[in-house]
């Protein structure tokens, strides 16, 4: 029972490159989420799937995409990326009856 | 609208001295509240929560927090902090989406740090 898994755990990014943030969780947890952390702004919801074939915008949409390929797995992806998006991303899940999130270890990413 | 704020981004201490880091929010419904730890370079662990019932809810590791409904704050206190004790503390809030998602709004977080 791994949790939730992030891959990579780093990346570094030239301007305008894309690339896709891949999570996965083992739990059975119908929602999912991605957030950003930046220094003393704690974490910032960016997209969430509630269920299985939804997806919404939270507070941070503008430059990223999600799909939510099955019940495990809840991807990002960055089209075009850029200097403001250098930050630390995790994954997390839920379970709907609990309440309780839980995260991903992590992906720092730098945009050069 | 929902916001969270914790007043101090960072709280150093003696290793055995009681500790208290603060966590005010708002919010016009009613609300879910968590503590979340995060160590060093790993993610965010649950510490505890308050959902409903008793409003002084505690953890395994001698964290309690009591919700205040009335003063809208949900501090976290320990009587006596270990040098292990050294992390970054979230605080955040949720209600109950309509499609059974619990989004989570942050506090920006406050660094504990328990010296010897």
């Known amino acids: 029972n791994a949790g939730v898994t992030q891959t990579p755990k780093f990346q570094v990014l030239k301007t305008g490159q894309s690339m896709t943030l891949q999570c996965a969780q083992d739990?059975?947890?119908?929602?999912m989420y991605w957030y950003r952390q930046d220094p003393g702004m704690g974490l910032r919801l960016i997209y969430y799937?509630?269920?299985?074939?939804?997806?919404d915008k939270g507070e941070v949409p503008n430059g990223y995409n999600v799909s939510r390929l099955n019940k495990r797995e809840f991807s990002l992806r960055l089209e075009s990326a850029a200097p403001s998006q250098t930050s630390v991303y995790f994954c997390?899940?839920?379970?709907?009856?609990?309440?309780?999130?839980?995260f991903g270890p992590g992906t720092r990413l730098t945009v050069l | 609208a929902q916001s969270v704020t914790q007043l101090d981004s960072q709280v150093p201490v003696f290793e055995e001295a009681p500790v208290e880091l603060r966590c005010n929010y708002s919010?016009?419904?009613?609300?879910?509240l968590f503590w979340y730890v995060q160590y060093p370079n790993q993610g965010l662990q649950l510490l505890l929560k308050?959902?409903?019932?008793?409003?002084l809810v505690e953890s395994i590791n001698g964290f309690e927090a009591e919700f205040n409904k009335s003063q809208t704050s949900f501090h976290l206190r320990k009587p006596s902090v270990h040098i292990s004790d050294t992390a970054e503390y979230f605080c955040?809030?949720?209600?109950?989406?309509?499609?059974?998602?619990?989004?989570?709004?942050f506090g920006s977080g406050t660094r504990l740090l328990v010296r010897p």
């Open positions: 997390a899940s839920s379970d709907s009856s609990r309440g309780t999130q839980y």
């Open positions: 739990m059975n947890h119908n929602s």
């Open positions: 799937s509630a269920s299985e074939g939804t997806t």
């Open positions: 919010s016009s419904v009613s609300v879910y």
């Open positions: 308050y959902l409903s019932g008793s409003t």
């Open positions: 955040a809030v949720s209600n109950t989406g309509m499609d059974s998602s619990y989004k989570l709004i």
